[in-house]
């Protein structure tokens, strides 16, 4: 199994060989890839769970068009479905969401891919950025998040507590027009759903509608950002406070209650890939 190898191995390497690494020459090399000829079932998995106060409902094998592989790329989108459905999304509290007009997809590589440590990245694009309510993510959390679906024991840890960190990749809320994301790690404040959203974020501009790589990288003991391989931030010392292993969350949520002006969103995604560093002769 993907999970149980890598937890192993990369943990193994970032408690007894990180110091040799960083004392040595080394190059990254893919050790996970997914360009989407198909939606590979061993990769991701949808998820489904009401967060953040989200106005839209998560549904599954994308139906109402909310997910769809064709031509080498991944869309997501949320749809407005022009009244009101039943949701069978629940929240934190057990409380379930409300009916609503809008679905969308989530996909989750937990329990699938997970990584500690390394260089995550998506090639994406976003069309017609800035929308009001539009909130697309490309993001990571810790393996050991107690969040739907849990199919493992050790499962049982709150965000944003060790083993249930956060990293945003690439977060577009249109809050602040078109054209610009956020990159941040989430500061834990050390309680379940006690996380600091502002204090380790950069907001960087780009042109969404166009097609980008977003990354981040473990490098020494610092967590770097960066876009289309240009370093745009880093956090010197936060590797140390991430040091679990992560999965991927790709997903299009809508943050509020604004009418959409048009049927759909999209975010596509060309391809999502991890590196890991080795050592070179």
Known sequence: MIRALHIFVLNLLWLS?????????AAWEVDFFDN?????????????????DE??????????????VSNGTLILRVVDLGEPRTCFNWNKQGVQHPPSRYAAGRIASKNRVEFARGRWTARLRVKDSGQPGMFPAWWLLGALNNEPP???PNENVCWPVRGSGEIDIFEHHSDGGPDHYAARAIQSLGYCGG???QSKMLVQGADLAEYHEYSVEWLGEDLVFRLDGAEVYRLPG??????????AVLNFAKINASSMSVRQWEMEVDWVRHERLVPTP
Not at 41 to 52: G, I, K, P
Not at 56 to 63: D, I, K, L
Not at 238 to 247: D, G, K, S, T, V
């Open 36 to 52: 989407f000829d198909t939606f590979n079932h061993e990769h991701w998995q949808d998820q489904l769970l009401w967060v953040n």
């Open 150 to 152: 849990v199919e493992e």
């Open 238 to 247: 936060e590797a140390a406070n991430l040091p679990e292993p992560m999965f």
């Open 55 to 68: 106005d839209q409902c998560y549904v599954r094998e994308g139906q109402f068009g909310t997910r769809e």
């Open 17 to 25: 060989g990180a110091d040799v690494l960083a004392q040595q020459p």
């Open 195 to 197: 996380g600091d959203w």
